[in-house]
């Protein structure tokens, strides 16, 4: 399977979006921007997607944001407004002259005041605590901190919530490896920006500017475009900065996220529970990937000790599921989860369900799982869910899933405990968009195409590995080796097929086959009555609907081949409970009177009254 | 990279100002400056500057980048 293109999936939304706004269709223009911001932004992608927004996208609340400053802000505006259309608003701005930063909070008649902003963003830098490279006295520390106090003070009033920035420290420390001993700015900034924290007035959000210049690292300020047109911070910096402010910001609007949802397989651990069995999937020590595994558990179990809900959201037999949790040694348990979901329902319906037991709205979940096509599922049935695009290697999920702050909460009890009845209230959820909201559209969506044919020595070893590997969806369990398959395609009669299935996120590869032969009796030459001996599909494209297709293949190739019926059996294994009632679904009828060993159920289809299945799958190269 | 001739680099130079400035159809010429276009303000002029080292691989000095108005004086910064 071909990697899902994550590098370029905002510059295919982009494209998307284009294509939508070219043919005058404004809302799916949106639409498909608003999906490309899920995935990585850096400076680019935000600029782009600002300039692609209408002067005021319709439907959205405007706020009116304040950006105060020494440097020149106007850098930061087209990233506040991408990000924040990716979470529901606009921003309308105003930005304080240059060099005014201080006088405009302080004049009581002053542009900024009379702008009367909703959210005032302050930026300085440590250059504006004008400290001497050294030998920095206490008389000057005691004074910088009484005029930050005052100028804080100063903008608790009227200016809306305020995001007040502490200091970052300098990259240019003249005192090298002396630093320790030689009281320099680092030591003074340091000492202000804990004093300060401490004694901000209330109603003003304390940015801890030193936290996001360690956490971004080297390229924090990039020192030649501040030199040249006072950039501040640097393109990564900034976006940075801006996905810490816009956390405030929904912090103190109530809308911090509050539920993860995670997938299982390759997810919570390495593998397919399903596929490799619960002592196969790989987590904790042993493998690197385990090692990975069991960190982004780790981080899960870090997120609930301070009060985010887990809840899984998986495809996959339940008892394999628990059978793991029961018998794995792994930092979640099963009773770390709030809400469980292990069927094999569509994830969107799930979701749903999942939001009623919680007895919170979708707009405070987050959904990981690491299916492009899940999440694509997810994103156009439930808008209000976050579907972040995850990375395709797990050891990226705990810095993606930190860079969007999504369960950022101010202080650790009070916006998360005394809520929940607030919430409730608004579960009213939106009327779902037109379109896309059911699994047909969806399908439909997913633009799937297939190749089908008969097994040949090109397809043999994958045949053979599909097979051998296949657990759940199939229907015999017949391990054929390449010998007994060899055998069973010479057999005059014999019917066989493989599937590879397309869609817009990358080849699946083969990941389907059939096998069906005819009931003769020896001497006989033709037969009326065919079996189908296997039937088998790759679980990572079960819901597809490539069922019915292979379905409807089958089905012409008997008839083609004189059959008027055809045969299939159920064989019961602990795995493959999912496909028991196949058959039946398919409209074949018990046969009676044919008890089959261990549970097997027979099965018989008339040929001359079987219907063709429908199905969004088109056929071709 | 040496090898690009003055075209190829203007075509290559052309998707990142179309990208940039959001302008699909444009045709860039040597002659195309921030007098032709609005939309060419100081924050396209650090995204070109940011996109170009990327795409050329070189590193636009302190001076070069507030002085950048017109692709004639970016083709001078190219190897």
């Known amino acids: 399977m071909s990697p899902p293109a994550r590098q370029s999936f905002f510059a295919d939304a982009l494209a998307r979006a284009r294509e939508r706004r070219a043919a005058h269709d404004f809302p799916g223009a949106l639409r498909e921007l608003r999906v490309g911001l899920d995935g990585p932004v850096d400076y680019h992608t935000a600029v782009k997607a600002a300039a692609m927004l209408p002067a005021l996208p319709p439907g959205l609340p405007v706020r009116r944001i304040a950006l105060v400053g020494a440097d020149t802000l106007v850098f930061l505006q087209p990233i506040i407004r991408a990000l924040a259309f990716r979470d529901g608003w606009h921003p309308e701005f105003y930005e304080a002259p240059f060099g005014t930063w201080r006088q405009e909070i302080l004049d009581p008649h002053s542009a900024l005041r009379k702008f009367k902003p909703e959210v005032t963003l302050v930026l300085r830098s440590w250059r ?31 200016l809306g919530l305020v995001l007040w920035p502490g200091f970052d420290f300098p990259s240019d420390n003249a005192s090298g490896a002396l630093e320790d001993n030689l009281p320099d700015r680092h030591t003074v900034l340091a000492e202000i920006n804990q004093r300060l924290r401490g004694t901000l007035p209330p109603g003003i959000l304390w940015v801890d500017l030193a936290e996001l210049q360690s956490s971004v690292g080297k390229g924090w300020v990039d020192e030649r475009l501040w030199q040249a047109v006072r950039q501040y911070p640097s393109a990564a910096g900034s976006v940075a900065l801006v996905e810490l402010w816009l956390a405030l910001c929904r912090a103190r609007w109530g809308q911090a996220r509050k539920v993860l949802v995670t997938d299982l397989d390759n997810v919570l651990w390495g593998g397919i529970v399903g596929e490799d069995g619960m002592e196969g999937v790989r987590v904790g020590p042993g493998t690197e990937a385990g090692v990975a595994h069991a960190a982004y558990q780790q981080f899960l179990v870090g997120l609930k000790n301070r009060g985010v809900l887990l ?17 794995r040694a792994m930092p979640l348990r099963r009773d770390d989860f709030a809400g469980w979901m292990v069927n094999w329902s569509d994830k969107a319906d799930n979701l749903r369900a999942l939001a009623e037991k919680l007895q919170l709205g979708l707009s405070s979940f987050v959904f990981v799982d690491d299916q492009p096509a899940e999440r694509a599922r997810v994103r156009a049935a439930l808008p209000e869910v976050a579907v972040p695009e995850m990375p395709d290697d797990i050891a990226e999920y705990i810095p993606f899933l930190q860079s969007r702050h999504f369960f950022d909460l101010l202080t650790f009890t009070a916006e998360d405990r005394a809520r929940p009845a607030a919430y409730r209230a608004n579960q009213e959820r939106e009327q779902l968009r037109a379109g896309l909201t059911s699994v047909e559209d969806f399908l439909q969506s997913l633009d799937m195409s297939a190749e089908h044919g008969p097994f040949s020595e090109a397809t043999m070893e994958r045949v053979e590995q599909l097979l051998a590997r296949t657990n759940q969806w199939n229907l015999t369990t017949r391990r054929h080796g390449r010998a007994e398959l060899a055998n069973l395609a010479a057999r005059p009669g014999s019917l066989t097929q493989w599937f590879r299935l397309k869609d817009r996120f990358g080849d699946n590869g083969l990941v389907g086959l059939w096998v069906a032969v005819p009931r003769t009796q020896p001497g006989e030459t033709s037969a009326e009555e065919w079996e189908i001996d296997s039937w088998v599909m790759s679980c990572r494209v079960i819901g597809r609907g490539l069922e019915d297709l292979m379905f409807n293949t089958l089905v012409d190739a008997a008839r083609n081949a004189g059959a008027r019926r055809l045969h299939g059996v159920y064989r019961p294994t602990a795995k493959n409970a999912l496909v028991a009632g196949l058959l039946p679904k398919l409209g074949f009828k018990p046969e009676e009177g044919v008890p089959g060993p261990a549970g097997e159920q027979t099965f018989v289809l008339d040929l001359a009254e079987s219907i063709s299945r429908p199905h969004a799958i088109r056929v071709g190269v | 990279m040496n090898t690009m001739t003055q075209e190829e680099k203007i075509q290559r130079l052309g998707k990142i100002f179309q990208d940039v400035l959001d302008l699909p159809g444009l045709r860039l010429t040597e002659n195309f400056s921030t007098a032709d276009c609005p939309e060419w303000d100081s924050v396209a002029t650090v995204q070109i500057v940011l996109a170009t080292e990327d795409a050329f691989g070189v590193r636009v000095s302190v001076e070069n980048v507030a002085t950048l108005h017109s692709v004639r004086e970016i083709l001078a910064l190219l190897p």
């Open chain 1, 128 to 158: 504006e605590a004008g400290l001497p490279t050294t030998g920095v006295d206490s008389a000057a520390v005691e004074h910088l901190f009484e005029n930050e106090l005052a100028l804080a003070r100063c903008a608790a009033e009227g």
């Open chain 1, 311 to 327: 809840a899984v959201c998986s495809k996959n037999n339940e008892a394999d599921v628990v059978e793991v949790f029961a018998r």
